[in-house]
Antibody, heavy 123, light 107 residues
Framework: QVQLQESGPGLVKPSQTLSLTCTVSGGSISIGGYYWSWIRQHPGKGLEWIGD???????YYNPSLKSRVSLSVDTSKNQFSLKLSSVTAADTAVYYC???????????????WGQGTLVTVSS | SYELTQPPSVSVSPGQTASITCSGD??????TSWFQQKAGQSPVVVIY???NRPSGIPDRFSASNSGNTATLTISGTQAMDEADYHC??????????FGGGTKLTVL
């Protein structure tokens, strides 16, 4: 079955850019009907969606983060990536990648999820 | 922006029925999903498109969505069901929205 695995630095300095990659195994990232997502969870808090990307490059971003977020996809490596610029301590969180099943314009759910990676923003 | 509201915590005795609500403006007009997140683990979908259970999810998990409220119901709650539960919906302007999460305690 499809599995996702996040990778990237666990520590980022304030004002720098956070960069994470999600590697998809057990299935192709280029399959239709799915978007590929980034979601984060601040310590002890709820889930916050960051954005989605389709294999062809189409994106949706959380309006509250849109000015700092960039998503990309590399179909040859079966990977997709997140860049979050100008980070502060408020960006410290566990970052998850997930597959976003999108059967209709107004319906979606996330399955499966990666194991998550903690990113700490600190000098 | 669109918001979903969940109670921070719900308690239930083993074997009893737990109900977790998720409220949002005209939420019944949107599809809702529910995710279970056990301590130290990634979320897992337990309900999608309002009422559908993925394979492998026990049938004691069910849900409804009408008006301004979606409800996740766990019948015959077991100790293994103790977890955080998150609702989620798609909004045309905000796109993906999550509720704040509800901690279910099985006493």
């Amino acid at each position: 079955q499809v599995q996702l695995q996040e990778s990237g630095p666990g520590l980022v300095k304030p004002s720098q850019t956070l960069s994470l990659t999600c590697t998809v195994s057990g299935g192709s990232i280029s399959i239709g009907g799915y978007y590929w997502s980034w979601i984060r969870q601040h310590p002890g808090k709820g889930l916050e969606w960051i954005g989605d990307i389709y294999f062809s490059g189409g994106t949706y971003y959380n309006p509250s983060l849109k000015s700092r977020v960039s998503l990309s996809v590399d179909t040859s490596k079966n990977q997709f990536s997140l860049k979050l610029s100008s980070v502060t301590a408020a960006d410290t969180a566990v970052y998850y990648c997930a597959r976003d099943r999108r059967p209709a314009a107004n319906a979606n759910w996330f399955d499966p999820w990666g194991q998550g990676t903690l990113v700490t923003v600190s000098s | 922006s669109y918001e979903l509201t969940q109670p921070p915590s719900v308690s239930v005795s083993p074997g009893q029925t737990a109900s977790i609500t998720c409220s949002g403006d005209k939420l019944g007009n949107k599809y809702t999903s529910w995710f279970q997140q056990k301590a130290g683990q990634s979320p897992v979908v337990v309900i999608y498109q309002d009422t559908n259970r993925p394979s492998g999810i026990p049938d004691r998990f069910s849900a409804s969505n009408s008006g301004n409220t979606a409800t996740l119901t766990i019948s015959g709650t077991q100790a293994m069901d103790e977890a955080d539960y998150h609702c989620q919906a798609w909004d045309s302007s905000t796109y993906v929205v999550f509720g704040g999460g509800t901690k279910l305690t099985v006493l």
